[in-house]
């Protein structure tokens, strides 16, 4: 289980830094993505500053040591890392495959998307949201014996779910009837990881996890958002039209 916040941390707080992550998960998806366009490997710049920002500012805020994080039962969470990331492989499997990078392309893709995109939406998504609600809970005196300890737990991955989905639903294409299969992939994968720092209390168990899957993307040729053609084509006195540079950019 995840370690505990400094005394001084009440469950007010925890709740209050729940809810600024689960917010700016959305904004910066909404926003970035799809209101201003910005394609993706900037994007995966703005979310690296916005994630470690909010890292850094909760762990500063509840007072909890980033070394408990990270070395808290290392060696099961090295192996929870690789079996979350295994047991996303099948679900890839369903995904639209097209033709992955080759030679520095590969490698830079790896790098970029792979580590550093991966590494950041694990903190985003199956770390900070599991810690604050456990914490908040632990705060409020629900954790500590084995019944109260599986209650909060649940609590936890509802916590991550809820941020899980609405940082997807600001990407364009998470968006619509159409998308909910892929919302319920996201969920399950992202879930997977959650549960993986849940038990560990290691960060590095869901980061693992993210990397090994987006590793599987990049090599199966499987586009990750942002994707480049969600735009629709509006009709426009009965012709259809690019509705962006982004949808002009895909048709051509």
């Given at each position: 289980?995840?370690?505990?916040?400094d005394?001084?941390f009440?469950?007010?707080?925890?709740?209050?830094?729940f809810?600024?992550?689960a917010?700016?998960a959305?904004?910066?998806?909404?926003?970035?993505t799809d209101?201003?366009?910005?394609?993706?490997?900037?994007?995966?710049?703005?979310?690296?500053v916005?994630?470690l920002?909010?890292?850094?500012?909760?762990?500063?805020?509840?007072?909890?040591?980033l070394v408990d994080?990270?070395?808290k039962?290392?060696?099961?969470?090295?192996v929870a890392?690789?079996?979350?990331?295994?047991?996303?492989?099948?679900?890839?499997?369903?995904?639209?495959?097209?033709?992955?990078p080759?030679?520095r392309?590969?490698?830079?893709?790896?790098?970029?998307e792979?580590?550093?995109y991966?590494?950041?939406?694990a903190l985003?998504?199956?770390?900070?949201p599991v810690?604050?609600?456990?914490?908040?809970?632990?705060?409020?005196g629900?954790t500590g014996?084995?019944w109260?300890?599986?209650?909060?737990g649940?609590?936890?991955?509802?916590?991550?779910?809820i941020?899980?989905?609405?940082?997807?639903?600001?990407y364009?294409e998470?968006?619509g009837p159409?998308?909910?299969?892929?919302?319920a992939?996201?969920?399950l994968?992202?879930?997977?990881?959650a549960?993986?720092?849940?038990?560990?209390?290691?960060?590095l168990?869901?980061?693992?996890?993210?990397i090994?899957?987006?590793?599987?993307?990049?090599l199966?040729?499987?586009?990750?958002p942002?994707s480049?053609?969600?735009?629709?084509?509006p009709?426009v006195?009965?012709?259809?039209?690019p509705a962006?540079?982004?949808?002009?950019d895909a048709?051509?």
């Amino acid at each position: 289980m995840p370690v505990g916040a400094d005394p001084s941390f009440g469950w007010q707080d925890a709740v209050a830094a729940f809810a600024i992550v689960a917010f700016l998960a959305f904004l910066v998806t909404w926003i970035v993505t799809d209101l201003l366009e910005v394609p993706r490997p900037p994007y995966v710049a703005i979310l690296t500053v916005v994630t470690l920002g909010l890292g850094a500012g909760y762990l500063a805020w509840s007072g909890t040591a980033l070394v408990d994080l990270v070395t808290k039962n290392l060696g099961w969470a090295v192996v929870a890392g690789f079996a979350a990331g295994g047991l996303m492989a099948p679900g890839l499997r369903r995904l639209p495959h097209g033709v992955p990078p080759e030679g520095r392309s590969r490698v830079r893709a790896l790098v970029w998307e792979g580590v550093v995109y991966g590494t950041v939406e694990a903190l985003l998504l199956a770390t900070l949201p599991v810690l604050a609600v456990w914490q908040s809970l632990g705060a409020a005196g629900r954790t500590g014996s084995t019944w109260a300890d599986l209650g909060s737990g649940a609590v936890a991955i509802v916590g991550a779910l809820i941020v899980i989905a609405v940082h997807h639903l600001g990407y364009r294409e998470f968006r619509g009837p159409h998308a909910r299969a892929k919302l319920a992939g996201a969920l399950l994968a992202c879930g997977i990881q959650a549960l993986a720092f849940l038990v560990t209390g290691n960060l590095l168990a869901p980061v693992i996890a993210h990397i090994v899957l987006h590793a599987q993307m990049v090599l199966g040729g499987i586009e990750m958002p942002p994707s480049e053609r969600v735009r629709p084509m509006p009709v426009v006195g009965g012709v259809s039209r690019p509705a962006s540079r982004r949808t002009s950019d895909a048709v051509r």
